[in-house]
Every structure is written in C-alpha cells, then in structure tokens.
C-alpha cells in the first residue's frame, strides 16, 4: 500500500496516456466503506453549505437594492456617477492632458494663420480698392495678374508655411507621443 500511496505523490505532470487511465480509473475500489462514508458525509456537508451561502448572499443583494432604494440611487444615478467618475479619471490621465496641450496649442497657431490671413485679404482688397477707383474688382485686375501681384505671393507663402509648421508640429508631437508608449 506504501508503494501505490508513494505512486500517487508523483510531481511529474500526467501524459496523453496518463490522463486517459486517469479519467477512466474506478478510485472507489481503492477506498474503504469507512473513507467512502466520510467521503459522502462531507459531499453532502459542502453542498448544504454552497446551498447556505447562496442563500445568505442573495439575502445580503436583496439588502443591498433595498438600501440604495432608500437613499434615492438607481440605475441611471449610478451610470450617471460611473460615467463622471470615468469622464474624470480620463481627464487626469497623462495622455489626454497632452493630447488636450497639444490640441490647444494647434488652436492658437491655426487662430494665428487665420488672423494673418485675414489681414492679408483685407490688405489685397484695400490696394484693389485704391488701383481701381471707380472699376469693380473684377475689371481692375485679372486673375493671372493677382496670382503674380506681390501681396498674392506674399500671402501664399504665409499660408505655406503656416501649413508646413502645423504639419511638422503634428508629426514631431506624433512622433514623442509613440516614443513614450
């Protein structure tokens, strides 16, 4: 019997073969009426105690929607809450406070190329007005010749390079974002 209990003491893992003769081997032979009364004994004690928990746990849910009733909580309150503190935690989270600095400072550059901008047309259209006393814009200057003007090109190459630096800025921000992930 010390040798077969020593068998079964084994650390190494079970094979293919193993654990067929495992799964079909009859255990019950090997106990005693005494071992497989305590067995029985046991199974029926651990079942009436699962049945017991499960009781006493839907008792303490049932206690539980009874307590929120009375303190005004429902559904809604409580998706309402877990969606704020969601809302909130995300806000505090490295990577929306850079996305958000970032997406600010985008912001006033493009503000800027704006206001640049509109200083430019503003200014095109006050010359046009000057050259063509008396002529509408369309008769003063033609559209070749307005895309060959000085103040044309001037603007052109603002709103390149107004382009350019949002590009290079994005890519760069891009760039670090990736690195430090």
Request: aromatic share 6%; hydrophobic share 35%; no cysteine.
């Amino acid at each position: 019997m010390e040798a077969q209990a020593q068998g079964l003491l084994e650390t190494e893992p079970l094979r293919g073969r193993d654990e067929d003769t495992v799964a079909s081997a009859d255990f019950s032979s090997m106990l005693s009426d005494e071992e497989r009364e305590e067995l029985k004994a046991e199974l029926v004690q651990l079942e009436d105690e699962i049945t017991t928990l499960r009781q006493v746990l839907s008792a303490k849910e049932r206690h539980l929607v009874e307590i929120k009733q009375k303190l005004g909580m429902n559904l809604m309150n409580e998706l309402k809450q877990n969606f704020s503190k969601s809302w909130h935690d995300m806000q505090t989270t490295t990577a929306y406070k850079k996305t958000h600095e970032t997406l600010s400072h985008a912001g006033q550059k493009a503000t800027a190329a704006f206001s640049n901008v509109g200083t430019a047309i503003s200014k095109k259209f006050g010359d046009m007005r000057s050259h063509s006393i008396g002529y509408s814009i369309r008769h003063s200057i033609s559209m070749p010749a307005m895309r060959n003007s000085p103040t044309f090109k001037s603007f052109e190459e603002r709103v390149e390079t107004t382009v350019t630096s949002l590009k290079v800025f994005f890519r760069r921000r891009s760039y670090e974002e990736a690195k430090e992930e």
